[in-house]
């Protein structure tokens, strides 16, 4: 049975990895053409902690609210209000049937961070992301490495990688005593991804790399693991377009 992530609250080092995604959303709000909002679906939205973030940052540079629209869409029903008092819609239902929920919307930019990695049908999720892709827009990609230098450390030592786990029910067996109390419950992650398979992945669906860095969930690990040793970092981002699509501009290279 497959498992789908239903978003979630807060979690500690959001911020680290959708740092370059935000900043790619505002750059491009911004330059937007008049009279036009730039469309945004995040997916497995949670509790909408990216457009807290994506507000925040607008308010900072002092652009108006009203040249973007997002959108929301979770498994869980319960978020729908958080969503709404930040300014955006929601949508509830299954993540990888986007289309059928759409109806005849199209988006600028689909986020889809730490989303994939709970996925079994990863093939459908992306080809239905890339269905409701607007011929120029932008996928915003994050998840887990499982090549990352704390995993390779826990795997020469016998232990199970952080960002995999064995049991629907307990989410610790293998990874001894310290990540006990931060691992107990699963996660349920089911694809794990290393830069190489990724690249290869998206590749494979004729989707274009513009930009492919390296992070993690503290605001200097991309200082560490941005581009040089982005191989080593624990958390993959990616931004991503349509092979077919017009060539990225500088500000996305």
């Not at 925040?56 to 997002?70: A, G, M, P, V």
């Not at 961070?113 to 990609?141: F, M, N």
């Not at 690249?199 to 560490?224: C, N, P, Q």
Request: hydrophobic letters at 40%; one cysteine or more.
């Amino acid at each position: 049975m497959n498992t789908y992530p239903q978003g979630g609250d807060y979690t500690p080092g959001r911020e680290a990895r959708w740092k370059y995604g935000v900043d790619v959303a505002v750059k491009k709000i911004a330059q937007y053409g008049r009279g036009k909002k730039y469309t945004i679906l995040d997916i497995g939205c949670g509790d909408g902690s990216f457009l807290h973030m994506l507000n925040l940052r607008l308010s900072q540079e002092k652009i108006s609210h009203d040249k973007f629209e997002y959108f929301g869409i979770d498994g869980d029903k319960g978020y729908k209000n958080m969503i709404e008092e930040r300014g955006g819609n929601f949508i509830n239902g299954d993540i990888i049937r986007l289309e059928k929920l759409m109806s005849k919307l199209s988006f600028n930019l689909v986020v889809a961070s730490e989303v994939i990695e709970h996925v079994d049908e990863t093939d459908v999720l992306i080809t239905s992301i890339k269905r409701v892709l607007r011929p120029d827009g932008l996928i915003y990609l994050t998840t887990p490495n499982l090549a990352a230098w704390h995993s390779r450390i826990m795997l020469m030592c016998g232990y199970q990688p952080l960002s995999t786990e064995v049991s629907n029910l307990k989410g610790d067996f293998g990874k001894g005593v310290l990540w006990k109390k931060y691992y107990d419950k699963p996660i349920h992650h089911l694809r794990i991804f290393t830069f190489k398979a990724m690249r290869e992945f998206v590749e494979f669906h004729d989707l274009k790399i513009v930009k492919s860095i390296g992070g993690g969930y503290r605001w200097y690990d991309s200082l560490f693991f941005g581009n040089i040793l982005r191989g080593l970092a624990p958390v993959i981002i990616m931004l991503l377009r349509n092979n077919q699509a017009l060539p990225e501009t500088d500000m996305e290279k």
